[in-house]
């Protein structure tokens, strides 16, 4: 029997949501529409960038707010006694040894106090998790995009030449092509945007970093 593949994690963020993430390609999508599609959608897809803006401001109230009721109200440590299982195991084994066992039972103890006296994650200021949260859209949902888009549209220009296709034919192939691609870049730009703010913002405030290299840090450690 073939192993199953893991299913793929949804982020618990509703606004890093895969499908909420197009909400800040809706700027994007109507300037291109505005500037090559049909004269009847121009005065609806003038609104599409107030989308885009909407949904920045709201995710970034939403992480200072979030920030803001953790620093007033921190959740209690919740202790867990796993100790007994790993000392009902350790009786299992044998008895021959009992210097060598002394000797494992103290690493284990010291391991579990160094586990237990790392301190928790501080919360930082909501005003330093907001400004971690607008500076992360304009790299992921501004900037990044915006240059990305425009490079794939040049090169499908490049591309519509060298098949010589009219002018109307190639202005509709090449735009309808760039949009197109929104959903390849979303998670590779996401992902590198995460990796700036970790090298810049979030070392120098120590704002929490992303999931990711969190997970990349376990790994290493183990």
Known sequence: MGEKAAPQQV???????????????????????T???????????????????????????????????LKNNPPKEEKKDEKEDNKDDKKKKGKDDK???????????????????????????????ALD??????????????????????GL????????????VRTYFTTALALASIPLIIRPIDAISDHIMDMSYRTVFGTPKSEENKDEKKDEEK
């Not at 121009?42 to 909407?54: E, G, L, N, S």
């Not at 060598?100 to 928790?120: A, F, I, T, V």
């Not at 304009?138 to 549209?153: C, E, F, G």
């Not at 490049?158 to 002018?167: G, H, K, Q, S």
């Open 11 to 33: 982020p618990t963020d509703p606004f890093r949501h895969p499908l909420a993430r197009y909400l800040a390609y809706a700027d994007e999508i109507g300037n291109a529409v």
């Open 35 to 69: 500037t090559y599609g049909p004269c009847g959608l121009t005065k609806y897809m003038r609104y599409f960038p107030t989308i885009t803006h909407t949904y920045i401001i709201m995710d970034t109230l939403s992480k200072g707010k979030k920030a803001y009721n």
């Open 99 to 129: 210097k060598s066992k002394d000797k494992k039972k103290g690493d284990d103890k010291g391991g579990e106090q160094d586990q237990e006296d790392k301190p928790p994650e501080p919360t930082p200021p909501p005003i330093l998790a």
């Open 133 to 154: 949260r607008y500076g992360w859209h304009m790299l992921a949902s501004v900037v990044i995009p915006r240059y990305t888009l425009r490079q794939v549209h040049c």
């Open 157 to 168: 220009e490049v591309f519509a030449d060298f098949l010589r296709l009219c002018r109307p």
